[in-house]
């Protein structure tokens, strides 16, 4: 099929090289000239496990290009998709000025039916939008042009965006016309594995379903940390709490883990934007409000735990700060909690010493060259001269380091574990002092033993 995709960021260039990948033919539409001139080189401008080379193979072998020039594009695909960005607005709505440009642009140029799938996220009722700026630009040329406008939310995860996408669990598909969802069907057929994955609904539905998604997702993560934080109070042990939910397969392990908060471009914004869309018809979506409230208050844990091991005084302190990126696998700091750790830091006069493997680049490109932040090339260097350590993202490399080496290598033996890495009687058997999210126990023992 021929497949013209607006946006080349994350779900856009995702989306594009997997469809290439199942034989498409996909023509990707970006504003940003550099962008489109470093993708046609198999430059991919993010970090995303196995994506270079599929659109390095995919783009030599003619089945994925990259352009800016919009009109030849409409008229390349039978199905358009829109992936273009909504970032949150003052408000935390979704700022929908990109997708209806795009939309308009399409109402500009297409002459032949043509399937328009929106894959952004967006809220309630965007797919009605964007039907009516198509409309609308189709009724200023004069011309009566068929056209359906379909919801398909995509769920890919940073880091595991290929295999997400090539392996979908589920395939959401909100559309009211029989014509476009039978051309979806086709396809979406390859990608389906041993039984259909395709879940057909309504616009609306689909476009809340994408937002159910993230924001239960979200839930999960702040009631873990709410359970932490009790948990810290009491003298318990969160994730000993954590393998005896889990085990319920209604609970199950999955994303149960506490630790210095969510971030990314996702949850963050997806659980504002969704309570925004509540408040704008009426209903008080407390459970939102407080799963935010929870997230901001776990992203400065890391700093407040310092800030008492070191009685308040971090003024002249040099913190090593293990993960930048919001997760592992990603260079993304979007909504990182690095960065609020790092930020607090400073404003309390300490110094960072940071190591990411994938992320150094977009921090110096967040921060600038600044005196109190050095970024460092092994995770050990990180702890020269340093006052304690942070961990911040759960990256493999952080899981079993050399506590011996780590302890003579800091001013003062102390790790602050912000994703519950370690097992804190083995650290403080290597004569560190370890404080993790939710670890009540070992903090009693400390403390009272
Ligand atoms: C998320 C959704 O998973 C994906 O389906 C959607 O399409 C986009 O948003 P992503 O933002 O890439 O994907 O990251 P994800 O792996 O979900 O992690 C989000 C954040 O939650 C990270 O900061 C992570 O550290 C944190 N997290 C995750 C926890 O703190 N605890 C957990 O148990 C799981």
Redesign the pocket.
């Known amino acids: 099929m021929k497949v013209t995709i607006f946006g080349t960021g994350y779900v856009g260039l995702v989306t594009g090289t997997c469809l290439a990948e199942m034989g498409n033919h996909v023509v990707c539409v970006d504003v940003d000239a550099g962008k489109v001139e470093r993708l046609k080189k198999g430059d991919v401008p993010i970090y995303e496990p196995g994506l270079e080379p599929m659109v390095i193979r995919n783009h030599a072998e003619g089945r994925l290009d990259f352009t800016t020039d919009a009109a030849p594009a409409i008229a390349h695909g039978d199905v358009v998709f829109i992936a273009v960005g909504t970032p949150p607005d003052e408000d935390g709505s979704a700022d929908l000025q990109y997708v209806l440009a795009v939309a308009n642009t399409i109402g500009d140029h297409i002459d032949r039916y043509t399937i328009v799938v929106n894959k952004s996220t967006v809220p309630v009722g965007t797919a009605d939008r964007v039907r009516a700026a198509v409309a609308e630009r189709l009724k200023q040329r004069g011309v009566d042009v068929p056209f359906d406008v379909v919801s398909n939310p995509?769920?890919?995860?940073?880091?595991d965006a290929v295999e997400d996408c090539m392996r979908p669990d589920r395939i959401v598909v909100g559309s009211s016309s029989e014509r476009a969802i039978e051309r979806l069907r086709k396809l979406y057929a390859p990608f389906n594995r041993n039984h259909d994955r395709m879940v057909v609904m309504d616009e609306r539905s689909a476009e809340l379903t994408k937002y159910a998604?993230?924001a239960m997702?979200a839930t999960?993560?702040s009631f873990?940390n709410e359970i932490a934080n009790i948990a810290e109070h009491v003298g318990a042990d969160v994730e000993l709490v954590r393998r005896g939910i889990g085990a319920d397969p209604r609970i199950g392990y999955h994303?149960?883990?506490p630790?210095a908060?969510?971030?990314?471009?996702?949850?963050p914004k997806d659980v504002q934007a969704l309570a925004r869309t509540a408040h704008s018809v009426g209903y008080d979506a407390r459970l939102l409000g407080a799963v935010e409230a929870v997230n901001d208050g776990q992203k400065s844990r890391l700093f407040a735990l310092l800030s008492k091991h070191f009685d308040g005084n971090l003024k002249g302190r040099t913190v090593a700060v293990w993960g930048l990126a919001?997760?592992p696998n990603t260079d993304d700091m979007r909504e990182a909690s690095s960065r609020r750790l790092m930020e607090q830091l400073w404003d309390a006069g300490a110094q960072v010493r940071a190591f990411d493997p994938e992320a150094s680049d977009e921090a110096r490109r967040i921060y600038g060259e600044r005196d109190d932040l050095v970024l460092v090339a092994h995770p050990y260097d990180a702890l020269e001269g340093a006052d304690a350590l942070a961990i911040v993202t759960e990256w493999k490399a952080f899981r079993s380091p050399d506590f011996q080496r780590v302890k003579s290598l800091l001013r003062t033996p102390v790790i602050v574990d912000g994703r519950n890495l370690y097992d804190p009687a083995i650290v403080e058997e290597a004569g560190l002092a370890y404080y993790g999210i939710g670890r009540g126990r070992s903090l009693a023992g400390r403390e009272h033993g």
């Open positions: 995509e769920f890919l995860k940073e880091g998604a993230n997702l999960k993560i873990m994303f149960i883990y630790g908060g969510y971030g990314g471009s996702c949850f919001f997760k």
